[in-house]
């Protein structure tokens, strides 16, 4: 079972990695860049901001602590764990793959820490904002979207890596969630 689904994660991956254009391969490394994002992170810090006012301190450390979390357990609890090369590794693939920048990256895949952390974000903002700004949802699901796939476009990261990087993110997301609501209602008792 484990070996198909190996070859079937290698299919998928020839064929995202395969539609590639050089018109496009800047932009997908300006995606999955960390620092691209910087515009989308400070206007989501004036929502919080603007939202939660002093609370949002709290909102601050709590998506710290997540983003922390989630990139540690897709490293600590799955590349140390399961050490699945990633896909520009395997030399029975390399002729085969579209390496933007001849970049590779360490040595294990399996989760991408990318989507896992996109994931996560994405997903909390998701929670805090759900009731009152829908406009976010579409926004912060593609950003999570965009970076995941990038990963696979740049021959990086395997569709699987990515898929159970993103279920991670979500995973660690509503977890954040329940955290920040219980400690919203901690804050409250106190000062409400």
């Not at 976010?136 to 159970?164: K, N, Q, W």
């Amino acid at each position: 079972m484990l070996e198909f689904l190996n070859q079937l994660d290698t299919q998928a991956f020839l064929l995202v990695n395969g539609w590639n254009h050089p018109l496009i391969d800047p932009f997908m490394v300006f995606v999955s860049g960390k620092i691209s994002w910087l515009p989308l992170y400070l206007v989501l810090l004036y929502f919080i901001i603007r939202q939660f006012r002093w609370q949002s301190v709290m909102v601050l450390l709590i998506i710290g602590l997540m983003i922390t979390a989630s990139d540690q357990l897709s490293v600590r609890a799955f590349k140390y764990v399961f050490e699945r090369p990633r896909p520009c590794h395997e030399n029975d693939l390399l002729p085969l793959i579209h390496l933007v920048n001849s970049k590779c990256g360490g040595a294990y895949g399996f989760v991408s820490s990318h989507a896992a952390n996109a994931f996560a974000l994405a997903g909390f903002i998701i929670l805090m904002f759900r009731n009152r700004h829908r406009f976010i949802g579409p926004i912060m699901f593609a950003y999570a979207f965009l970076v995941a796939y990038s990963r696979v476009y740049l021959g990086v990261h395997y569709p699987g890596d990515v898929i159970v990087g993103g279920m991670l993110g979500i995973v660690v997301a509503i977890t954040a969630f329940k955290v920040f609501r219980l400690a919203e209602e901690k804050w409250c008792e106190k000062s409400c």
